[in-house]
């Protein structure tokens, strides 16, 4: 499965950001094989507006099959809603530890915003 997975650095010991349209980092992590891949949202980060929207449509783009972050805001739900892309809400961790609670069934996957 590949999962992006929103990031305040470019690691994967790097903790999630809570945010995700605005999220400075989205690191795409294939989890059959371990294999990742950063990708600079800093163009989201800094808009004035519509930054859910363009990330969710960036994220689709991307070829993703879920997203992990901390929330998610009504416009950036639609968006992935409608690209069919899985949703999953994530506390306070590193992006490896998200994958690692993706894997053991540990994270809530969401059917609305969440903020």
Known sequence: ?????????????????PRFGRARWLVIVDTETGKSEVHDNTVN??????????????????????VITGNIGPNAYRTLDADGVRILLAEKQTVDEAIDALKAGGLEEVDRANV
């Open 1 to 17: 499965m590949k999962v992006a997975v929103t990031s305040q650095g470019q690691e994967l010991s790097s903790e999630i950001d």
């Open 45 to 66: 980060l800094n808009a004035t507006q519509g930054a859910g929207i363009q990330t969710g449509q960036n994220v689709a783009n991307l070829g993703v099959d879920a």
